[in-house]
């Protein structure tokens, strides 16, 4: 029986750790775990383009400042992948308010604010897919 369960998922070191020159120690973090990172990009989006990949959130009364805020500077966008790569993810970045993530986490360790939390990751396989053809879909 083959219980592999081989996962990709979208990850995006955002503007403040990429400010802070963080983005190979993060990615250091995420090769420990026993992430590959299959594809990666440094890039800047625009405004537009944040508003779309974020549109889940488009009622909420925090998305413009996070759309103005994710396309405000370099980013770095990676395929990640390995077994249960979604939820590996999201337990290596800990919760969203860095004041609530736990010790070893990328948020406890870099996050500034629940702005400003250093990293972005998919929240389910499904949105994975959508969130990697969002970025890498040529
Ligand atoms: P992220 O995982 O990129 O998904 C949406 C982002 O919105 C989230 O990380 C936070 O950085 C940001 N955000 C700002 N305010 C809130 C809030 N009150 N609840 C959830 N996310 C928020």
């Known amino acids: 029986m083959n219980m592999s369960n081989t996962e990709q998922t979208l990850s ?22 026993g992430f590959s990172i299959v594809k990666e990009k440094k890039i ?22 996070l759309c103005a805020y994710l396309s ?18 999201r337990e290596l970045m800990g919760a969203t308010n ?8 990328i948020r406890k360790r870099y996050g500034i604010s ?3 939390n250093s990293v972005h990751g ?4 499904e949105n994975a897919k959508i969130e990697i053809d969002f970025f890498f879909k040529d």
Not at 72 to 89: F, R
Not at 122 to 125: P, T
């Open 114 to 116: 629940i702005d400003k």
């Open 98 to 105: 860095p004041n609530d993530a736990e010790e070893g986490t």
């Open 12 to 33: 995006i070191i955002k503007p403040d750790a990429v400010e802070r020159n963080l983005d190979n120690e993060i990615k250091e973090m995420f090769k420990n775990k």
């Open 44 to 65: 800047q989006i625009e405004k537009s383009e944040a508003e779309k990949f974020y549109k889940v959130h488009e009622t909420k009364p925090f998305y413009n400042d």
């Open 72 to 89: 405000s500077g370099p980013i770095v966008v990676m395929t990640l992948e390995k077994e249960n790569a979604v939820l590996g993810n």
């Open 122 to 125: 998919s929240d389910s396989v």
